[in-house]
């Protein structure tokens, strides 16, 4: 079956506690803007394998995944 | 040791002997995947000409085992001294604020 940019988004909810969420995608290549408190603290690859870590082995079916993760005020200062 | 170990170590052998390794589909000429080509293009705006290129199409152990190696599930890697630094997102941030450079330039030092 092939995973939707909603059930991308879905999985992360599931695992990860998050201020904001958006995801599109086609069904191969993803895109996932990322904003949660419990990035704070860490450096950008430690918040991409916590975003990994959630995923588990739905990575096998999710062929990219691009991801911008932010802090909540990391988040504010883009807008 | 399974075929699993030998890959892991490979890769380890590879990491650690090379100040710059970029685990990718394709090659930085002709990459096979948009990330791919990505993260060779920020290398190759770093500067950096002398990395070693690993085409994990034509490398069945780094395809298969170079997930479990730094606990990162996805292709491109890049190492830097042995270290994962990212895939293609991380390093064209890293690039953005001028961080991937200066790492490059202290690895690559004589």
């Not at chain 1, 918040?47 to 802090?71: C, F, N, P």
């Not at chain 1, 909540?72 to 200062?77: F, I, L, S, T």
């Not at chain 2, 190492?79 to 001028?98: A, F, N, R, V």
Request: proline share 4%.
């Amino acid at each position: 079956m092939k995973v939707t940019p909603e059930n991308v988004r879905d999985f992360i909810l599931q695992g990860l506690a998050c201020e904001h969420i958006q995801v599109d995608g086609d069904g191969r290549h993803f895109e996932a803007v990322i904003v949660s408190r419990e990035f704070e603290g860490k450096g950008m690859l430690q918040r991409h394998k916590q975003v990994y870590q959630v995923l588990g082995d739905r990575m096998e079916k999710i062929h990219a995944l691009s991801m911008k993760t932010w802090t909540p005020e990391q988040w504010a200062d883009n807008q | 040791m399974d075929e699993k170990q030998i890959a892991l170590e490979n890769i380890k052998k590879t990491v650690t002997g090379n100040p710059v390794v970029l685990y990718m589909k394709g090659t930085p000429q002709f990459p096979q995947c948009g990330f791919s080509g990505r993260a060779a293009q920020v290398l190759k705006a770093c500067g950096v000409t002398n990395y070693v290129a690993v085409n994990v199409l034509e490398d069945k152990g780094a395809y298969d085992y170079l997930k479990f190696y730094a606990d990162f599930p996805t292709f491109p890697q890049c190492y830097i001294k042995g270290e994962l630094i990212g895939g293609s997102d991380i390093m064209l941030g890293m690039y953005e604020q001028g961080e991937l450079q200066k790492l490059i330039e202290q690895a690559t030092a004589r």
